[in-house]
Every structure is written in C-alpha cells, then in structure tokens.
C-alpha cells in the first residue's frame, strides 16, 4: 500500500438492512428480498470481501414511517436487526469488518456492551459500533417523541463511557480454566465498574469475556458540533457526508484538531465520507446509467423524504420541478439531523438549485455522487486522499447488486494499480486492517 506520512487508504461499504439503497428499488439491478433473504447479503460481503474491503457497515433506526404514501410506495421497512445479521456474517465471511449503527438513545449500555462483545468474539476480532443517537424513534420507548438533541449527545458520553467500562470487566487473562486446580477465573483480574452518572447506574462486571480487539473498533456519523465533540473524544472510524472537497478538508482537520486537544494522534482516527459511484466504462455510459437510475425513481417519494429530512417547513413536492428552491428567512430549528440539515442549507445558499438539480444532485441523501470511470472516479479518491479530505471512503453502492459489481470489477482494481488500496489483507481484526492498535484494558495492565 502507498505510504504517505504513513496514512493509509481505506475502504467501507454502506448498506441498509432493507437491502435496497435510497429509493432505488424499482432499478432492473436491485435486489428487492434481501430484507428476508439473507443470502444476498452473504454474497454481497462475500465479495467485498474478495475485493479487501475494510468493513461492511449496516445503518439502522428503531423507527419506521407510518404515512400510507411511504408505505405504499418507498422501501424503508422492514428490515434485518443489524447485530443479528452481522453474527450471521460472522460466521460466512473471515476478514472484512462487520459495523452496525446502535442507538444510545434506546438502548442500555449493558445490554449494548454484550452484544458487541459477543460479535467480536464471533467474528475474530471484526466488529464495529457505529455509535449514534438516532434521528428519531422515541414513541417506542416510552416517551412522546425523540428524545433532545443535547440531551442525546450528552447522554452518548456517558452511555459510551459504560459500554467501554463494561468491557474492561476483566483483564484478557482473567479466566485460568485449570482443571487440576478447580480455579476458573482470577477474582484480582476482575474490577466492578460501579457506575452512577447522571443517566445511568450500572455495577458490572459484564457477563462477557473481553472483547477479542480490546474493544470493537468505535465508529461515530454525527456532525453537527456535538456530533464532532463526541468523534473527537471516542471515535475511531468516522462517516460523513460532504458535497466538496473544502467542507471535507474542513471537517477532517477540525476533527483531528479537536481530538488533538484531547491527545488523540490524527492516526486514531480515520474518516470517511460517503460517496455513491455511478460507473461506466466510458462517461457517457456512465451518464446512461445514472439517467436510469433517476428515472427508476418515485420523485413524489423523494422530494417527499428529502422535505422531511431537510426540515425547512417547505414542501418540495408543492413546487414545479423548474422552480427554484426557496430558502425560508429564519432556518427551523431541527431536532434530529442537524449536520446534513446544514449542509442542504449551505447548499441551497450556494447553487440557487431547482428542485430538478435538488433532486438530481441529493439522490443519494446528500452524500456526494460521482458520475464517471473507473479511471475518473479513482482520479477523485487519490485527489481527495492526498489533499487531506479524507481516509478513504465509505461506499454507497447505486444498486445491489449491479452497482457493487461495478465497483468492484472496475474501480477496485483501479485503485490497486494505482497502489492505493491494498491486494490482501495484512491483518485479521479490524483495528488491523484499519492501522488502529489493541485496545489495552484501562483497569489492568495485562
Ligand atoms: C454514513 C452515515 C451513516 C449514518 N448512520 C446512521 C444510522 O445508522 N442511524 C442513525 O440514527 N443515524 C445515522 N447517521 C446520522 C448520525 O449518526 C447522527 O447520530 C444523528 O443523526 C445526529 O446527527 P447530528 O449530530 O449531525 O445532528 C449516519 C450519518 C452518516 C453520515
């Protein structure tokens, strides 16, 4: 792999428990049953995997729209439970990573710090927690609504702080299992977390051995100023959605500056945005495609999510297709994402856009789209890698399967040649393939 000041590039891949990516799934390449057939998702880590991919990473909500237009039209639910569908993954692949987005919103972190543990044992040392306070789902949990935005982060400290002290129960070495003395474990090698904190009181130990990387690999998406604050102090794998290349140096440097002030080395922590790649193999195939991919489209259902999503009190789906977007005087406060909420409104700001060139350019939920080749599209990853805008990149595939198979036949192998992205693995965890260290125990030395 290309050594610059020893950064290294890397690769994830984006999918929902749905099977379906955005609003695409009448496309002629979309699998429309991955939801219950669990082996298409097989095949598709499968061949990530054959492709050295990083991870696989599974969004998730603990919500779904009720609205009879979105049920009737739009493939938001249902779909699988991420960790239980990353244990099945566990077991049918053997390198790549396994990531799922948990709530700690409307979670408990023992329950949380199990599971993980559990994963990672399953997996060799491959999981990651995506570590978010969710855009919405409170009414199924006892309470009237979603819970505060500042109440969430505030709450995601303290919740991570727990599942990490709960990991570090035991010491990597604590159960002896020796037969002829009858000792099973080494009651020194224990420490009770004995928590009480504002939002959580919690004794420990967990029923659970160590986790087999220390600790699964901490990922975080938020980014909104709190967001960045919690992916300073504890995030090692960060998703983001940028349109630029000036947002994404900005977001990487302010980043990697905040967690400096922590201590934290810039190499703790690697960021990738998202991108979703439409690819030919020449540019106007390219065009081709993404024209199809457009036109396989609901446009009521987008500009419909994309008005709720955007929370600027206008309703998209009101205005002619030629007409430009208007921007509201004062900007609604939103309580649920407020960094893309930003950079939609940046956006708007900047390109005066219609709501076609809205709707053509946040078709993939305002990560960036590139329309291109193999060589186009490997031009913008090095470009993008080199300027310090990222780490590599999350990818949003245009379709499942058609698109991943695009990515990995012709991109792939693109960025090999290049020496970019790696031919093999040279680790089994995921902190290795990602160039993070184990994660010593904070109570023992061992
Ligand atoms: C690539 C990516 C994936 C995300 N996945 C999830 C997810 O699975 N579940 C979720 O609630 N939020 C997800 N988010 C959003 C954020 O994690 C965040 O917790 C939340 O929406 C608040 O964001 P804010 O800090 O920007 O306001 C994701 C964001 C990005 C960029």
Known sequence: MMNTEQRTFHLGAYFTGSGVQGDSWRHPQVDTDAYTDYSKYISYAQKLEAAKFDAVFFYDNVFSASDSETVARSPQAPRWEPIVLLS???????????????????NEPYNVARKFAALDHLSKGRAGWNVVTSTGGGENFNLSGHMDHAKRYERAHEFVDVVTGLWDSWADDAFLRNKQTGQWADPAKLHLLNHDGEFFKVKGPLNAPRPLQGWPVLSQAGSSESGKDLAARIGEMLYTAAQDKQDAQHFFADVKARAALLGRPAGSIKILPGVMPVIGRTQSEAEDKFDQLLETRDVDVVLQSL????????????????????????????????????????????????????????????HRILVGTAQSIADDFEEWFHDKACDGFNIMFSSTPGGLDDFVGLVVPELQKRQLFRKEYAGSTLREHLGLPFKKNQFFNS
């Open 88 to 106: 099945a993954l566990a077991v049918t692949t053997r390198r790549i990573g396994l990531v799922a987005s948990v709530s700690t919103s409307y």
């Open 307 to 366: 008005s709720s999503y955007a929370s600027l009190g206008i309703d998209l789906t009101s205005l002619g297709f030629d007409d430009e977007v208007p921007l509201p005087a004062m900007i609604p406060e939103t309580n649920s994402h407020k960094s893309r909420q930003q950079l939609l409104v940046n956006w708007i700001r900047k390109e005066r856009p219609t709501v076609r060139q809205l709707y053509t350019k946040w078709s993939a939920g305002g």
